[in-house]
């Protein structure tokens, strides 16, 4: 950590760095300013500006215009779970104005198929009849399931329960519609960036995800990303958030590993 700080102290000034949400998501998820080490999240916002941007639209390409709409410097990028999605895209379409991409728990390819490991397709088919039918039941239901995994989950449930700005309501957002676009496929992004950067791309997997299997750090090692496999760590990355970037700060400063 003393290493990190002193790498920041030298960098010239603070660069703007993307938080994007999952789905379903607001920014409570991210626990900031809720840090336990002071001199760090002092060190840490001089040095990046840190904005969450939750998924608001219907469909990634709406999505993806009002992310860029006034976009003009260049940013890094920390995208989880369906955020990674929308950040894989940016850094694809944008890759002149990314500095960095991040992808925690993110499946480019989220339903499995024979050689790919990913959710079944039938528990996606029941959790778009749920968010219809039920919607408040379903997305605790949904909390559930990416709280387990953890230490404590049960507690770690309850407290997410109670957040203000945690779980979306699916009233007040597409959240239905934005399920569509996990059919789709984007592992060609995924490798053409990857060959693409000059710098690799930072992963970090739960052991205990149980939407995202930790099977795929070999697909992702494969392309010469920076695979971390988190042990007795669910879905809920982002909420680990000192522990987070202890691991994602160096890569992000252009330290070495």
Same mark, same amino acid.
């Given at each position: 950590?003393?290493?990190?700080?002193?790498?920041?102290?030298?960098?010239?000034?603070?660069?703007?760095?993307?938080?994007?949400?999952?789905?379903?998501?607001?920014?409570?998820?991210?626990?900031?300013?809720?840090?336990?080490?002071?001199?760090?999240?002092?060190?840490?916002?001089?040095?990046?500006?840190?904005?969450?941007?939750?998924?608001?639209?219907?469909?990634?390409?709406?999505?993806?215009?009002?992310?860029?709409?006034?976009?003009?410097?260049?940013?890094?990028?920390?995208?989880?779970?369906?955020?990674?999605?929308?950040?894989?895209?940016?850094?694809?379409?944008?890759?002149?104005?990314?500095?960095?991409?991040?992808?925690?728990?993110?499946?480019?390819?989220?339903?499995?198929?024979?050689?790919?490991?990913?959710?079944?397709?039938?528990?996606?088919?029941?959790?778009?009849?749920?968010?219809?039918?039920?919607?408040?039941?379903?997305?605790?239901?949904?909390?559930?399931?990416?709280?387990?995994?953890?230490?404590? /989950?049960?507690?770690?449930?309850?407290?997410?329960?109670?957040?203000?700005?945690?779980?979306?309501?699916?009233?007040?957002?597409?959240?239905?519609?934005?399920?569509? /676009?996990?059919?789709?496929?984007?592992?060609?992004?995924?490798?053409?960036?990857?060959?693409?950067?000059?710098?690799?791309?930072?992963?970090?997997?739960?052991?205990?995800?149980?939407?995202?299997?930790?099977?795929?750090?070999?697909?992702?090692?494969?392309?010469?990303?920076?695979?971390?496999?988190?042990?007795?760590?669910?879905?809920?990355?982002?909420?680990?958030?000192?522990?987070?970037?202890?691991?994602?700060?160096?890569?992000?400063?252009?330290?070495?590993?």
């Amino acid at each position: 950590m003393q290493r990190v700080l002193k790498a920041m102290l030298l960098m010239p000034e603070a660069a703007p760095c993307w938080l994007l949400s999952g789905w379903g998501w607001g920014a409570g998820i991210w626990q900031i300013g809720k840090c336990a080490e002071p001199d760090w999240q002092s060190a840490s916002q001089q040095r990046l500006r840190c904005q969450v941007l939750q998924l608001t639209e219907a469909t990634l390409e709406l999505q993806l215009q009002r992310i860029t709409a006034d976009w003009t410097s260049p940013v890094h990028l920390v995208g989880w779970s369906a955020g990674g999605i929308v950040a894989l895209r940016l850094a694809h379409d944008f890759p002149e104005k990314v500095l960095s991409l991040s992808l925690l728990a993110c499946n480019p390819c989220f339903y499995t198929d024979v050689h790919w490991p990913g959710v079944a397709q039938c528990q996606g088919q029941q959790l778009q009849t749920g968010l219809q039918q039920h919607p408040v039941r379903q997305m605790q239901a949904f909390l559930r399931l990416q709280c387990e995994g953890e230490a404590q /989950w049960r507690h770690l449930y309850s407290t997410l329960k109670s957040l203000p700005d945690g779980l979306l309501s699916a009233a007040a957002y597409p959240l239905a519609a934005q399920l569509q /676009w996990l059919q789709s496929d984007y592992r060609d992004e995924l490798r053409r960036v990857a060959a693409a950067s000059c710098r690799k791309i930072n992963v970090i997997l739960g052991a205990e995800d149980q939407l995202v299997p930790q099977a795929l750090a070999e697909y992702y090692r494969a392309l010469n990303c920076h695979v971390r496999v988190w042990p007795a760590t669910g879905h809920l990355i982002p909420w680990h958030f000192t522990r987070l970037w202890d691991a994602l700060l160096p890569s992000i400063l252009g330290m070495e590993y």
